[in-house]
């Protein structure tokens, strides 16, 4: 019993053998997974596609953009002309006239089978006009937004990576920017460039880049200190790939929200600058413009003139803020700020 | 295991941050300086691993990251063979990551989670042409299999694995630049136990297998122990104490290194030996203590020169002093404020309060402890701190001590170097040098 005595010495009990006794595979459980079950394995796109599956309201408005599209795409044949040639794309036509035809129904009259939306001051059919006019909205809102991120991204990655001076330069022009009030801003741009449908998605461009560039850099701001990007830098990647490979990526999703709700916001101020008179040329089938020619007939009680587009651009509008939202609940669940938090 | 090859030398480095934010406080000068890697001198041999331990927020990571260039290093040198790794720059920098890697403490956050393990460990592969691409997933698959996962993985993401496996991850990503060189920054003190030991076995396997060298970051020393040639110990952006691991284990240290050894868990139930439990907590790098950085807590003061005192006494006086110092007025010191005190009781209240003995074991040294407890107990607290300081300011608060070898060998991977007053030649070191055995009964 000697050995059992109270001691100063260390190692009286050693554990020998350690080595062995650690099976490394299966202590990590590797060999615990079956290949097979990768069925189970789910990449965080179909995570992301799951969880927006799962919220019915984004579903509804997802439901709704996709309706909207399908009925401006298949409104009127698409046609290309060059060189004398005309190549039909979609030859399909929902709509039951030409938006533009004059008189063929009598002026300012009330929905009807014909007509179901009436008709406006000249006699053109409404519905045609409505569902015609969604190819310019939604197309303005899709390709403004496209152009604005185009800039956005790389400004905002660039700025928040690089830090310094480049930083202070992108940020500075975006306060410059954000100095206008958003809407003036644009009508600068149009009074200057002029009226036109690129010229409106210029204005609508040139005003929309800021929000992703701030909302990005912020965002490159906290992910360049993950170990990740410094892993990326210690394995000699270069700075570049570093960026567009590592910390755009993992920076990107409150953008693409952002993004997917200013598609509406963008489809409003086009409405907006149509309907003050500085959008497309006012006889054309474009939904704010519409309105802004329906003001006329709404005084003299024509009330359906104005309802129809106005509904339209609700719609839309409304369909694509309940996408918005749920891509960011999708996008951010609860589940990643949980994992985040266990780090 | 160490050749005597040296592979990295580090002289001299410094890494300062500065607490400026933006242009303003930039121009102004704004914002104080905090020096996390304070004139570290370093040497790593081929094929050995030393190890660097301390507490936390000592800077042992800092100096990692500035050696590597992972962030910008103030001031020194890191020689890695012939190449001076601070002044090298963009694509020439880029290309020697090829050989020097770094493996990160935190498995959860040193992957991409939006790319495959396949592309993560691929990467290091293209980014340095290691080979054609074409071999690549095949070279991946390989790296995996030589961590211990399987080549099938490759197409997984790193959330679908455990702590332990994407630490293995790291390590493949690491190994395939086939590196000579490998910072481990603290590998396993994110992971289960359970799994420390299967990193650390491969870690070691992996260094037999390519001939790697390591710098082991850590603060766990019964890990280091297990994994490291040689071990370093650093205190506050300083190496106070560097040698092979047995002689750091078993001969004279460093009193810090001391109360960290003496920290080490043992199994024993019936282990007796003395845990050294340091007072207080580490001081701010950005107002560091003057002298040796820790006498603040340090159990073996040195005696002022004039006096020959026990080094718990030098302590409580310093203790007494601080009180002092802090204190702002009588009222505030520990001690019962009496309305009509006897000037006796406040005096043995103050020395109980600091733990001061009621004998100094030097009369010259009693003598002026009580003049200036009897000027506190009057109430000028000031003039005592003061007169205190003149007569009992040890060595360690004012002179910085260097880091100089302690034991014959001079020079190479063996030598023993210490950064204390204890060990100075110049000093009274022979007689005040207190006998390891009083406070590590172990050696005796």
């Known amino acids: 019993m000697t050995e059992h005595q109270p001691t100063t010495e260390r190692g009286r009990i050693r554990i020998e053998g350690f080595e062995e006794a650690v099976d490394e595979t299966d202590r990590d459980g590797v060999d615990v997974w079956d290949d097979d079950r990768r069925s189970e394995r789910r990449g965080r796109l179909e995570d992301v596609w799951r969880r927006f599956r799962s919220n019915r309201s984004a579903m509804v408005g997802l439901g709704v953009v996709a309706g909207l599209v399908f009925l401006t795409v298949f409104a009127r044949p698409l046609e290309f002309s ?6 039909t794309v979609q030859p399909f036509s929902l709509a039951p006239h030409d938006p533009s035809e004059m008189y063929v129904g009598p002026a300012n009259a009330g929905p009807s089978l014909a007509h179901p939306f009436g008709t406006d001051w000249a006699g053109r059919d409404q519905f045609s006009r409505v569902l015609a006019g969604g190819r310019f909205s939604l197309s303005i809102g899709a390709i403004a937004v496209a152009l604005a991120l185009l800039v956005g991204i790389p400004l905002g990655a660039i700025a928040g990576y690089a830090g310094g001076w480049v930083d202070e330069l992108v940020m500075r022009l975006v306060d410059t920017l954000y100095a206008f009030p958003f809407l003036v801003l644009a009508i600068a741009i149009v009074a200057v460039l002029g009226q036109g449908y690129w010229n409106l998605v210029a204005a609508l461009a040139l005003t929309g880049w800021i929000g992703y560039a701030r909302l990005l850099r912020g965002e490159v701001l906290a992910v360049k200190e993950r170990e990740y990007v410094t892993a990326a830098t210690a394995l000699g990647v270069p700075d570049r790939t570093v960026v567009f490979r590592h910390v755009v990526p993992n920076a990107i999703a409150p953008v693409i929200v952002q993004a997917t709700l200013n598609v509406g916001t963008v489809v409003l101020s086009a409405a907006a600058l149509g309907f003050l008179g500085l959008g497309l040329d006012p006889s054309t089938a474009e939904w704010g413009a519409m309105l802004s020619r329906g003001r006329d007939s709404l005084v003299h009680g024509h009330w359906h003139v104005t309802v129809f587009p106005g509904l339209a651009i609700f719609l839309f509008v409304m369909a694509i803020n309940l996408v918005g939202d749920g891509l960011n609940d999708a996008l951010d669940p609860q589940g990643e700020t949980v994992e985040r938090r266990r780090r | 295991m160490s050749d005597d090859e040296l592979l990295l030398r580090v002289e001299g480095l410094e890494k300062e941050y500065t607490t400026t934010e933006g242009v303003l406080d930039r121009l102004l000068g704004n914002g104080t ?10 040497e790593i041999y081929e094929g050995e691993t030393l190890g660097l331990v301390g507490e936390s ?9 500035s050696i590597l260039r992972l962030t910008e290093p103030t001031a020194g040198s890191a020689v890695y063979r012939d190449t001076d790794l601070t002044t090298l720059e963009g694509s020439a920098l880029r290309e020697l ?42 070279r991946v698959g ?14 997984r993401y790193p959330h679908e694995f455990s702590g332990g496996q994407r630490q ?34 491969l870690l070691e396997e992996l260094q037999t297998e390519f001939g790697l060298s390591y710098l082991f970051i850590g603060h766990d020393l019964s890990v280091v122990e297990h994994v490291a040639d040689r071990i370093a110990v650093m205190y506050l952006g300083e190496i106070v104490d560097r ?18 050894l003496s920290a080490i868990p043992e199994p024993d139930p019936l282990w007796e030996g003395d845990r050294i439990v340091l007072e207080g907590s580490v001081p701010s790098p950005a107002d560091p203590p003057s002298g040796c950085r820790f006498h603040t807590r340090c159990p073996k003061l040195l005696s002022p020169a004039e006096y020959d005192l026990e080094p718990t006494t030098v302590r409580a006086l310093l203790e007494l002093r601080t009180g002092l110092a802090e204190a702002d007025g009588l009222e505030s010191l520990p001690v019962d404020p009496d309305p009509d005190p006897e000037a006796d009781d406040v005096q043995a209240a103050l020395r109980d309060a600091f733990d ?15 003049t200036a407890l009897e000027t506190a107990a009057a109430g000028d607290v000031e003039t005592a701190r003061a007169r205190l300081e003149s007569a009992f300011t040890t060595p360690c608060e004012t002179d910085r001590p260097r880091l100089e070898p302690v034991d014959s060998g001079a020079g190479g991977p063996d030598t023993h170097a210490v950064a204390c007053h204890r060990f100075d030649d110049a000093g009274t070191e022979t007689d005040e040098r207190p006998d390891r055995a009083e406070t590590t009964p172990t050696q005796q």
Not at chain 2, 33 to 42: H, I, P, Q, S, Y
Not at chain 2, 142 to 155: C, K, N, P, Q, Y
């Open chain 2, 57 to 65: 927020g000592c800077g042992k990571t800092s100096l990692a990251r």
């Open chain 2, 356 to 370: 001061v003995p009621a004998d100094l074991g030097d009369d010259a040294a009693e003598a002026v402890l009580e």
């Open chain 2, 168 to 201: 293995r991850i790291g390590i493949a990503r690491a190994l395939a630049v086939e590196p000579e060189f490998v910072v481990l920054d603290e590998p396993v003190s994110a992971l289960d136990v359970s799994v420390q030991a299967g990193i650390l076995n």
């Open chain 2, 142 to 155: 390989e790296l995996l299999e030589t961590v211990g996962l399987r080549a099938s993985h490759a197409t």
């Open chain 2, 33 to 42: 300086r905090v020096t996390a890697v304070d004139g570290v001198d370093l």
């Open chain 2, 97 to 138: 990551r090829a050989d020097v890697q770094y493996v990160f403490q935190n498995p959860f956050e040193s992957l991409n989670p939006r790319l495959t393990v396949g592309d993560i460990v691929g990467e290091a592969l293209s980014v340095h042409d290691v080979v054609p691409p074409d071999e690549r997933d095949r």
């Open chain 2, 243 to 260: 040698g092979p691991t047995e002689e750091l284990f078993d001969g004279d240290a460093h009193p810090y290194t001391e109360a960290l």
């Open chain 1, 82 to 87: 060059t060189m004398g040639y005309t190549i």
